[in-house]
């Protein structure tokens, strides 16, 4: 995946950030901002949220900032108008900024919305620093295909693969027992059968132990946060779907491990912070200082686990059947997972209809004889629209 005998490199790094306003956005502009010597930016990538990304733009002197949203391409322009900063607005313009060349692009926008725009920066061969998991829940194979072909490292961000990424031993490979992702357990996770048929989105938003987007927040309360991300690993470390699992670790401090045959186990440990793995995948192979609290094992006195309940908690399973049965089956689950939560969150269905939504979506899709083989990305749009449109009209019904 990654040449681990990379030199350090010794000049600014030009980094290109797609998602710069949401969390893990901010977090990245946090870092850049700290080792403004180390790096220096491209472009900047936002939905919508025009004035925090002209700010940031302005700051960080950026070459172009881009909104996917066309009817603030005027706001946007005029809030750069005299900086010499190049504004730009739509789906074409956010790959165009996508594939201009640079060392490093932080893949950091929500969904499979980030897909087309990953994609297109994948192809220019820079280091991609992924964070938007839901690219390879969508089109895993044809992700990692892309990477290979044009000669791009694929580095995770999201917490769990940073950890199995420091942990993984790629000449031992072949020797690698078990990879154990752990899970904080979410909001709910004491939380009682009968009494999750009424939680509020309010409750959903509250994450014990981490500060994210909302998507995100609400996939680590129905804990298909865990199940994408094991899909997520079955891509990133193809060792076999049997040995990936996942284990709830309420304290968030150590954040995946990997087993070897030996019976060692490599875990990493730090404070829930997810700086510490941005700067990870900005500095590799190099370690730069962040702010990040230390950890204090004593303070914190005990680690404890527990396994996931997969009766009040099925998306994990969902999420385990659709990588056994391959093909698009992950597609069709995302675009489902995602109309469900944007449901959710628009307060139009409860908390347990997330996962069955998406399992409702699985199963039409299965009697419509609709789960086929993905050979493009034609086929992975077809896919998505088509989870898209089923949960939709299930999702209709529940109203
Ligand atoms: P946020 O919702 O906080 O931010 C999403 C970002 O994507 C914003 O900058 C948003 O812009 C932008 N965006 C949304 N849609 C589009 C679009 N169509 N085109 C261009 N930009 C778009 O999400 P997070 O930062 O929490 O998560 C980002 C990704 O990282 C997700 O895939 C998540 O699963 C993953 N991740 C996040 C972690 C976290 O701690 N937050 C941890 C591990 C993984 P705007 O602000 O204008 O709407
Ligand atoms: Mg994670």
Redesign the pocket.
């Known amino acids: 995946m990654v040449d681990r005998t990379a030199q350090p490199r010794t000049a600014p790094r030009k980094l290109t950030i797609?998602?710069?306003?949401?969390?893990?956005?901010?977090?990245t502009i946090d870092i850049v901002r700290a080792h403004r010597d180390r790096f220096c930016i491209e472009a900047l990538?936002?939905?919508?949220?025009?004035e925090?990304?002209a700010k940031d733009a302005v700051d960080l002197k950026a070459r172009v900032a881009v909104?996917?949203?066309e009817t603030r391409r005027d706001e946007l322009a005029t809030r750069l108008d005299g900086t010499g900063i190049e504004a730009a607005a739509g789906?074409t313009a956010?790959c165009e900024a996508a594939q201009r060349p640079v060392d490093l692009v932080m893949a950091?926008?929500?969904?499979a919305?980030?897909l087309k725009?990953t994609l297109a920066a994948l192809e220019t061969g820079a280091t991609m620093c992924l964070?938007?998991?839901?690219c390879l829940v969508s089109a895993g194979d044809l992700f990692m295909r892309t990477a290979r072909r044009c000669g791009a490292d694929v580095i995770p961000?999201?917490?769990e693969h940073s950890a199995i990424f420091q942990c993984f031993e790629a000449r031992n490979a072949g020797s690698v027992d078990a990879i154990t992702l752990t899970a904080s357990g979410g909001p709910f996770r004491r939380t009682a059968m009968e009494d999750l048929r009424s939680v509020t989105c309010a409750d959903a938003l509250k994450h014990p132990n981490?500060?994210?987007?909302?998507?995100?927040?609400i996939?680590s309360a129905t804990l298909m946060?865990k199940g994408?991300e094991l899909i997520e690993a079955a891509h990133l470390f193809p060792v076999g779907v049997d040995k990936l699992s996942a284990v709830v670790h309420p304290q968030s401090i150590i954040h995946s491990m990997v087993s070897y045959v030996d019976g060692s186990v490599l875990a990493q440990l730090g404070v829930p912070d997810?700086r510490t793995p941005i700067a990870w995948a900005m500095a590799y192979p190099e370690r730069i200082d962040t702010t990040v609290d230390r950890l204090d094992l004593a303070e914190i006195a005990q680690l404890t686990f527990e396994n996931i309940d997969n009766d009040r908690f099925p998306a994990v399973g969902l999420c385990l059947n659709a990588l056994k049965r391959g093909a698009n089956a992950t597609t069709i689950l995302n675009a489902a997972n995602e109309i469900a939560v944007a449901e959710f969150l628009a307060q139009r269905i409860g908390f347990l209809d997330i996962p069955a939504l998406v399992e409702d979506t699985l199963n039409a899709a299965e009697r419509q004889s609709m789960i086929v083989p993905l050979g493009s990305l034609d086929d992975v749009w077809a896919a998505d629209s088509y989870g898209r449109s089923v949960a939709g009209e299930l999702a209709h019904k529940l109203h």
């Open positions: 797609l998602g710069a306003t949401g969390s893990i956005g901010q977090s990538v936002a939905n919508s949220n025009v925090r990304l909104v996917a949203d789906l956010v950091a926008i929500v969904g919305s980030g725009p964070a938007n998991k839901e961000v999201d917490s981490w500060s994210m987007g909302r998507k995100i927040t996939d946060n994408l997810m």
